[in-house]
């Protein structure tokens, strides 16, 4: 069956750490794969798309990785802040479609103080 | 503000009642979404509308009927539901086309209890 995973836990680390949330997927061949942001009451906000072919987007703080044979996404906050605490989504845009999005179910990141 | 309105953004609704979801963007997009996002589980594509015409009914029961009049309003038209239909509906928009950046812009969601 095709799945998407993300860690249910919660994610807890301290100001200045480095977080690093993952994103396994199973049978689907995405020709994108998204992060997006989601504080609690409000919508979805992206952040970073990285294609198959990349192997690593950066922006800011926030880097990406891609990795098609493990089928797996990285996706990391260096220097992190209480600001950063939020819900993160992971997103596959499949092959087979230029207009479906196929979520993960998210994972929390609280960076304490 | 992502340039997407949702209204309202709270509802109550018994399930005998008849209500409707409002969508707005104000970004030239030409394709729209509804999504439901249930406590704990991933967001569920439900509708989409490219060029105004749906393209995809993601096996959605008939209690909701989506309506876009054009390509900046999604309507979500709801009908005697269910208490499981308690979620937060989301609207998203995009560009398609030979432009497209594949990126989706949410609205920030009508929060719905079913009594």
């Known amino acids: 069956s095709q799945k998407i995973e993300q860690n249910s836990e919660a994610l807890n680390i301290q100001e200045g750490k480095t977080a690093t949330l993952t994103c396994n997927y199973t049978?689907?061949?995405?020709?994108?794969l998204q992060w997006y942001r989601q504080d609690p009451g409000r919508g979805p906000v992206f952040l970073l798309l990285i294609r198959e072919n990349e192997k690593e987007k950066r922006k800011e703080r926030l880097k990406v990785t891609f990795d098609t044979t493990l089928k797996q996404s990285l996706f990391h906050i260096t220097a992190s802040q209480p600001a950063d605490s939020a819900t993160y989504l992971c997103?596959?845009?499949?092959?087979?479609?230029?207009?479906?999005?196929?979520f993960g179910s998210g994972t929390r990141l609280l960076v304490r103080p | 503000e992502t340039g997407v309105t949702q209204t309202p953004r709270h509802l109550v609704m018994g399930m005998t009642n008849k209500k409707s979801l409002k969508c707005e963007q104000h970004?030239?997009?030409?394709?729209m979404y509804w999504y439901k996002q249930s406590a704990k589980k991933p967001l569920e594509l439900m509708f989409v509308y490219s060029l105004e015409e749906r393209v995809e009914n993601n096996s959605v029961p008939s209690r909701f009927s989506p309506e876009c009049p054009n390509s900046s309003h999604l309507f979500l038209h709801l009908h005697t539901l269910q208490p499981e239909d308690s979620a937060l509906y989301l609207c998203a928009s995009k560009r398609i086309g030979a432009s497209s950046t594949d990126t989706q812009y949410f609205g920030p969601g009508t929060r719905l209890t079913v009594l």
């Open positions: 049978n689907y061949s995405p020709a994108y």
């Open positions: 997103a596959l845009l499949l092959m087979d479609s230029s207009y479906k999005l196929i």
């Open positions: 970004l030239g997009h030409n394709a």
